[in-house]
């Protein structure tokens, strides 16, 4: 997007909007990475702009994406409340630490196999494509990038920051934030403890967690009958906003990107769904499919996660024990698709 404003002494200032070299602009234009941007540096001519300048598609997708929102705003409302409720009644319903133990181990094992086999499947890809040696676009950019030389943290730096961010300093600014990877370890902190003081403590949380969780998944079921709606508004704001453009900076990144997601998507998952369970991959697709739809016009896995809760207990069969204890865990730290494209990002 290009805007040009004229100034009352008679010079004027011009923004691009978009990815760098996508655009022929002279050297004293300002460059935006976004619409956003502009906001947040120029309000006046952001408000100017939504107002007056956008295109028609523009206009309508805006309209689309306030009334998805909607939709979202409702999932991300029950989100919360519905994690608690489902985590800490599938804790204490294993029955015991040892049972949770081994819960744990298996999930954990499973997070770490998906992740590494996504990872080097973009690893692969990647150098079979080699988008880092086509396209000038490309190059030009990484000659104007700033060297991050220095900046970088080490693993042990990652999984300590992780194990720190486990550890709430007030669990109710946790629920506020909301930091989701905090709200699952103290769920499962309490629900524990809860179980281990045992006795009329352990079934009075018990029930009033398995009450809670009810409740939520009515609020939850109600909210679902929507999600045709609220995606079809969602799909029509990516599509009406998202033109050519889009495809022509960072092509063959995104090309090999695609290729490995649909790989893991299409191959690698499948193969564990029909080993570890014996089901038909395409059936646990189509039950899947409410959640999918959701996850990729959303683009999010914590604000998809009430809508995955219910299509895996109630389309696809899945006990509410193992349920509510792998996913909400498996949306805050097992990010298949992230860990793909950043192996691929930084080659």
């Known amino acids: 997007i290009e ?28 460059r935006l990475p976004n619409v956003d941007a502009l906001s947040h540096q120029e309000p006046e001519l952001y408000n100017l702009f939504q107002s007056r300048g956008q295109s028609v598609a523009r206009v309508w997708g805006e ?7 909607l ?10 409340p519905l994690i608690i409720t489902s985590l800490a009644s599938g804790v204490l319903g294993l029955g015991g630490t040892k049972s949770i133990g081994k819960m744990f181990s298996r999930t954990l094992g499973y997070y ?38 220095g900046t970088g943290s080490n693993l042990g730096d990652v999984l300590f920051s992780q194990l720190e961010a486990m550890i709430p300093e007030n669990p109710f600014a946790a629920l506020v934030e909301p930091n989701f990877l905090s709200i699952i370890a103290f769920t499962i902190g309490f629900s524990i403890f809860a179980m281990l003081a045992g006795g009329d403590v352990a079934s009075a949380v018990r029930r009033a967690a398995e009450i ?11 909210i679902i009958n929507l999600a045709p709606i609220g995606v079809f508004f969602l799909v029509a704001y990516v599509t009406a906003t998202q033109g050519l453009s889009v495809f022509q ?19 690698t998952l499948p193969i564990i769904v029909w080993l570890t369970s014996r089901r038909n991959p395409l059936a646990y697709a189509r039950a899947m499919s409410p959640a999918l739809l959701t996850a990729f016009s959303s683009a999010s896995s914590n604000g998809t996660l009430p809508l995955t809760l219910s299509c ?32 691929g990002a930084v080659l």
């Not at 200032?13 to 234009?29: D, K, L, M, N, Y």
């Not at 939709?71 to 919360?80: D, E, G, N, S, W």
């Open 312 to 343: 895996v207990e109630d389309r696809a069969g899945v006990r509410n024990r193992t349920a509510s204890f792998v996913l909400p865990l498996g949306a805050t730290i097992n990010m298949d698709g992230t860990a793909l494209y950043e192996a």
């Open 212 to 222: 809670g969780f009810r409740v939520m998944m009515s609020m939850t079921t109600a």
């Open 249 to 267: 900076s960072l092509a063959f990144y995104m090309l090999a990107v695609a290729i490995a997601l649909c790989i893991h998507a299409t191959v």
């Open 3 to 30: 805007i040009k404003e004229q100034l009352r002494d008679g010079t004027s200032r011009v923004f691009i909007i978009g990815p760098t070299g996508t655009h022929q602009e002279s050297s004293q234009a300002i």
């Open 71 to 80: 939709f979202l705003r409702l999932l991300k409302m029950v989100a919360i």
């Open 63 to 69: 309209r689309f994406r306030r009334i998805g929102g």
């Open 112 to 149: 770490v196999l998906t992740s590494s086999l996504a990872i080097l499947t973009g690893l692969l890809v990647v150098n079979i494509v080699q988008p880092g040696l086509r396209g000038s676009n490309i190059l030009a950019m990484t000659t104007h990038t700033p060297s991050a030389h």
